[in-house]
């Protein structure tokens, strides 16, 4: 079965710091790949999304994602985290087949950044 | 402005009830999903449809169910045969094979 690893949990850094959100994900198909972020009360929205094309894709924020095919890998990225980015980040594999569009989430990684 | 709309947002029932909860979309999406979100477990797939009175059965339907009679409307019945279902209830829609999920602001059902 289609699944998403994300690797950590919980993640606390200090404002300005490098951030690094693993994921990894196993299917063998062609995928799409995604990551979502729920900020406190809010909803999910999308972060950025991989379909095909430069595997280094950006996002809004100053998100980035890395898609590594051989690695079945697709991390998230940001130079310098801020407060506001305290959030939950949920990577996402589409595993649809036979036209069906099917998201498989990982199970989230919490963010918190201290001022 | 478009959207989806999810009805109620915060809902407490007593064992053994049965309980509908709504999802409205006016963005004229074809494919439209529930997700169960639990703390560490992430985003689970329930029920997914991609066209009016069509719908497949996600990752953890047991106890639900569900039906689309219109284009904009996909309800979720979570059943007294559901063993587990105080849980936080996301619905989405998307326009297209394989493209990205909108989704709405939730539904807190708690059982008591």
């Known amino acids: 079965a289609q699944s998403v690893s994300q690797h950590n949990h919980h993640v606390i850094l200090s404002e300005a710091a490098s951030l690094e959100l693993g994921c990894n994900y196993s299917y063998g198909g062609t995928v799409n790949l995604f990551w979502y972020v729920q900020y406190p009360g809010q909803h999910l929205q999308l972060l950025l999304k991989?379909?095909?094309?430069?595997?280094l894709v950006k996002g809004i924020k100053g998100f980035e994602a890395e898609f590594i095919k051989s690695k079945f890998s697709f991390n998230l990225r940001k130079p310098s985290v801020q407060w506001s980015d305290t959030a939950e980040y949920f990577c996402a594999v589409n595993a649809g087949s036979g036209g069906y569009n099917k998201l498989i989430f990982g199970a989230g990684t919490r963010l918190a950044v201290h001022p | 402005d478009g959207g989806i709309t999810q009805s109620p947002k915060y809902l407490f029932r007593k064992e053994g009830q049965n309980v509908t909860l709504s999802c409205e979309q006016n963005?004229?999406?074809?494919?439209m999903y529930w997700y169960r979100q639990d703390p560490g477990q992430g985003l689970r797939l329930i029920y997914y449809s991609q066209i009016v009175n069509d719908f497949q059965k996600g990752d953890i339907a047991e106890g639900y169910s569900v039906s689309r009679e219109k284009k904009e409307s996909f309800p979720l019945t979570v059943t007294s045969a559901q063993k587990n279902p105080t849980a936080f209830y996301l619905c989405?829609?998307?326009?297209?094979?394989?493209?990205?999920?909108?989704f709405g602001e939730g539904s807190r059902l708690t059982v008591l």
């Open positions: 963005l004229n999406h074809d494919a």
């Open positions: 989405a829609s998307s326009p297209a094979t394989r493209g990205e999920l909108f």
């Open positions: 991989y379909f095909s094309g430069d595997p």
